[in-house]
């Protein structure tokens, strides 16, 4: 539970607090737009991801009722769900809290291995780029669109859904 409170207090409180700060300031001008960036993993279904979907997905449902919220003061908010960044190493660090095995119920360990071999290995993936491209798609979009997949893998998998 110490990891899973880890992992909340970035990826969800984190973001809530940076968003609250902001927005007193976007509020009295009248204008500004949010980006919340949250992952892929919300658009489908993977495994070995419940904790840090958990995440995400507060922030999904956090960033769609502040659009709603904030809509009256000239304010908008979006989220960019970025694919596999792989040159971002996110498999080594989604287990940095400890070796795999520490973090994987023994009778797992052998599938956790080859899930994570297959998310490195795959053929789609996103790039800083398509994220940075994305973000000031977002920052400029007026036409009310609240999710913004990122990369070529994320737009699969919100094709797919």
């Known amino acids: 539970m110490s990891r899973v409170r880890e992992v909340f207090e970035t990826n969800t409180f984190g973001v809530m607090a940076t ?7 976007f509020r009295e001008r ?9 992952s892929s993993v919300v658009l489908g279904h993977m495994p070995l991801s419940a904790v840090y979907k ?16 904030l809509a ?14 792989l040159t971002t190493d996110f498999a080594a660090k989604a287990t940095s809290g400890g070796p795999l095995d520490e973090l994987v119920p023994a009778p797992y360990a052998e599938w956790a291995k080859q899930a ?20 000031w798609r977002a920052v400029h979009d007026t036409t ?12 699969w998998l919100a094709q797919a859904k």
């Open 144 to 155: 009310g669109q609240l999710r913004f997949p990122a990369g070529p893998d994320a737009h």
């Open 30 to 38: 009248g204008s500004g737009v949010v980006v919340n960036v949250t």
């Open 116 to 135: 994570m071999d297959g998310f490195a290995g795959q053929d789609l993936f996103t790039t800083e780029n398509d994220v940075a491209e994305t973000v």
């Open 72 to 85: 009256p003061f000239g304010v908008r908010a979006k989220t960019v769900e970025p694919g596999a960044c």
């Open 19 to 25: 968003t609250q700060a902001v927005l007193p300031g």
């Open 54 to 69: 958990a995440s995400k997905m507060a922030i999904e449902g956090f960033t769609a009722s502040l659009a709603l919220e």
